[in-house]
């Protein structure tokens, strides 16, 4: 439903047996595509999005009828024109109070190895850039909480560690 200036509520209602109303989170996916385990992909966000003009790393909800993987890989070509393989699945990210968050989400974080360039970024990214991990900019200057997690991908290039992490 849109409300008064434009936006979709995006929160899930279900009914349950015997009427029982809830709202639910959605899943979203992001692509932390990797070149040379040294610099990581990222795009900036445009148009009415929540966080415009902010850093973010590619990704977005998945459609009806599609694996997490599929979406990933949707969202990295749409979002920067890029295509990737999945290296593995990196963090599973389920707080419920993210930061500049009009919804609750579940996100699954992929690393994606880039493969070729044969695309351009839709009507939602401004730019894309690889940025060097050790030109990350502080933390909380990237939409939502994706600072959080780029510094997470730096630790684990920087000293690997089990993967998913789960939180």
């Known amino acids: 439903m849109e409300d008064e200036i434009g936006y979709y509520s995006f ?13 639910l989170r959605h ?3 992001h692509a ?6 040294k610099e990581v992909l990222l795009a900036k966000r445009t148009g009415d999005m929540l966080e415009t003009g902010k850093w973010n ?16 890989l949707r969202e990295l070509y749409e979002e920067t024109g890029w ?3 999945i290296v593995s699945l990196f963090r ?20 994606i190895q880039p493969t070729v360039e044969s695309g351009r970024p839709d009507h939602e990214s401004s730019d894309i850039a690889w940025v060097d991990f050790n030109n990350l900019m502080p933390e909380d200057d990237y939409a ?7 510094y997470l991908l730096k630790k684990y290039f920087e000293n690997p560690f089990p993967l998913p992490v789960i939180e």
Do not use: W
């Open 144 to 150: 939502f909480d994706h600072g959080q997690s780029l």
């Open 11 to 23: 929160m899930i209602t279900c009914t349950f047996e015997k009427g029982y109303t809830d709202n």
């Open 92 to 111: 599973i990210n389920s707080n419920p109070n993210r930061p500049s968050e009009d919804r609750q989400n579940v996100i699954f974080e992929y690393l």
């Open 27 to 29: 899943v979203v996916v």
């Open 83 to 85: 295509e990737g393989k």
């Open 32 to 37: 932390l595509v990797v070149r040379d385990n």
């Open 57 to 72: 790393i590619p990704g977005g909800f998945m459609q009806r009828d599609e694996t997490a993987v599929q979406a990933v």
